[in-house]
């Protein structure tokens, strides 16, 4: 049977309030029986860590707090965050973290310091980073660069950039480009920037609820429709779609031994 691992998909907010079940139900009928779920902001803690005690050995958590979600007490936040982070071993990575100046560049330095916390907590366990990023490309690279010696790994989560960006993020050994629905859209440059990234740097993902592949685009996003994406990095890699399971699947259980070995027990 083909396994996909959804690396990134929020099951646990509102849209998903009337059928989350029948969600995950669809997701594991579909071969997509691993689903990380990445952590957005406190109040978004205890919902998940529910979904993920409602599915045991299929959702797994995340604890993070992302760029965009950071208020004037995003210092506390942080350090209650910590505490809960050391006392829960259940957490499989540190994310969705990272850098946003899209909407808002004015607490840019405040974004970095949190992103620079959120680093280090993962250099001190070992967990991977899940890292968003948008309208920050060069401050990312610089933020990635001056840690590069501390041994991190993780996903650049929803990469939608170019071959250039692409092999720069590559650079940092340990990390992979999640990939998602953007690579179904028509006008995407997505598949052409994959073109000399090994099959072997990439993990599969949906973002859900945003961002739904072709040809449920425009739709909310589900787990389910990780192999719509699977399909079309079969047709860029000209090999089958069992092939980019079993791949990408390898992949995200070396970015993540706790699902790894969960699943081997």
Same mark, same amino acid.
């Given at each position: 049977?083909?396994?996909?691992?959804d690396?990134?998909t929020?099951?646990?907010v509102?849209?998903?309030?009337d059928?989350a079940?029948?969600?995950?139900?669809?997701?594991?009928?579909a071969?997509?029986?691993t689903?990380?779920l990445?952590?957005?902001d406190?109040?978004?803690?205890?919902p998940?860590k529910?979904?993920c005690?409602?599915?045991?050995g299929?959702? &797994?958590?995340? *604890? /993070?707090?992302?760029p +965009?979600?950071?208020?004037?007490?995003?210092?506390a936040? #942080?350090?209650?965050?910590y505490?809960?982070?050391?006392s829960?071993?259940?957490?499989?990575a540190?994310?969705?973290v990272?850098?946003?100046?899209?909407?808002d560049?004015?607490?840019k330095s405040e974004?970095l310091?949190?992103?620079?916390?959120q680093i280090?907590?993962?250099?001190?366990t070992?967990?991977?980073l899940a890292?968003?990023s948008?309208?920050?490309?060069?401050?990312?690279?610089?933020?990635m660069?001056?840690?590069r010696?501390?041994g991190?790994?993780g996903?650049f989560?929803?990469?939608?950039g170019?071959?250039?960006?692409?092999?720069r993020?590559?650079?940092f050994?340990?990390? &992979?480009?999640g *990939? /998602?629905g953007?690579v +179904?859209?028509k006008?995407?440059?997505?598949?052409s920037? #994959?073109?000399g990234?090994?099959?072997?740097?990439?993990?599969?993902?949906?973002?859900s609820?945003?961002?739904?592949?072709?040809?449920?685009?425009?739709?909310?996003n589900?787990?389910?429709y990780v192999?719509?994406?699977?399909h079309?990095l079969?047709?860029i890699?000209?090999?089958?779609?069992e092939?980019?399971?079993?791949?990408?699947?390898?992949?995200?259980?070396r970015?993540?031994?706790?699902?790894?070995n969960?699943?081997?027990r």
């Amino acid at each position: 049977m083909i396994e996909f691992v959804d690396t990134h998909t929020h099951l646990f907010v509102p849209e998903f309030a009337d059928d989350a079940a029948l969600a995950v139900q669809r997701a594991v009928d579909a071969g997509v029986g691993t689903l990380c779920l990445p952590c957005i902001d406190e109040a978004s803690l205890v919902p998940m860590k529910d979904m993920c005690d409602r599915f045991p050995g299929v959702c &797994y958590p995340m *604890i /993070g707090l992302h760029p +965009t979600e950071l208020g004037d007490d995003w210092q506390a936040v #942080l350090d209650r965050m910590y505490k809960e982070l050391k006392s829960d071993d259940r957490y499989i990575a540190v994310g969705e973290v990272g850098i946003d100046l899209y909407w808002d560049d004015t607490r840019k330095s405040e974004q970095l310091d949190a992103f620079q916390q959120q680093i280090e907590w993962a250099a001190e366990t070992g967990l991977p980073l899940a890292i968003h990023s948008r309208s920050a490309f060069e401050e990312l690279c610089s933020v990635m660069e001056s840690n590069r010696s501390k041994g991190l790994t993780g996903v650049f989560h929803c990469f939608s950039g170019s071959a250039e960006e692409a092999r720069r993020l590559l650079s940092f050994d340990g990390f &992979y480009l999640g *990939i /998602g629905g953007v690579v +179904t859209y028509k006008n995407s440059t997505l598949p052409s920037a #994959l073109e000399g990234v090994p099959l072997e740097r990439i993990v599969l993902e949906t973002d859900s609820p945003y961002l739904a592949p072709v040809p449920k685009r425009g739709k909310r996003n589900e787990s389910s429709y990780v192999p719509f994406v699977a399909h079309k990095l079969a047709d860029i890699y000209g090999c089958t779609v069992e092939h980019v399971a079993a791949v990408t699947t390898d992949n995200a259980h070396r970015l993540i031994p706790k699902i790894a070995n969960n699943e081997n027990r």
